[in-house]
């Protein structure tokens, strides 16, 4: 597993925990840093620190191409797998979007339901159309 991977898998762990225990978004990210343990990496507080700063707009984007899904319905693994590679997608550039998906896909596959990877996969290839048409 690459070290970006890993470190998309310790942000969502951050987010779903923090969802979870209703501390908003990214709250436990400061008490998993001074714990350390696993180690949290810069990449991981990028991404956690991306999502919160930028969760309204990546709501919105979500709930847009979301056909027949409400964000408070989508499982919360998969809500917070969709705003992690949303915000590759639209505020990383040295992530190439397919890889953003690519990855996601891949924790939805491992992670999620069955029906997860495809619905995360064509969510997020409506998002990448969406950039580009606004680019």
Known sequence: MSARTKSRKRALDILFESELQGLGPGGSLAGRIQLNDPPVNEYTVRLVEGVVA?????DVMLAEHARGWT?????????????IATYEILSVDDVPDAVAISEAVELARD??????????????SAIVQTKATTE
Do not use: K
């Open 54 to 58: 930028d969760q309204e707009r990546i």
């Open 71 to 83: 964000l408070d319905r989508m499982p919360g693994v998969d809500r917070n797998l969709l705003r």
């Open 111 to 124: 992670l999620s339901t069955d029906e997860s990877p495809g619905f995360v996969n064509g969510l997020l």
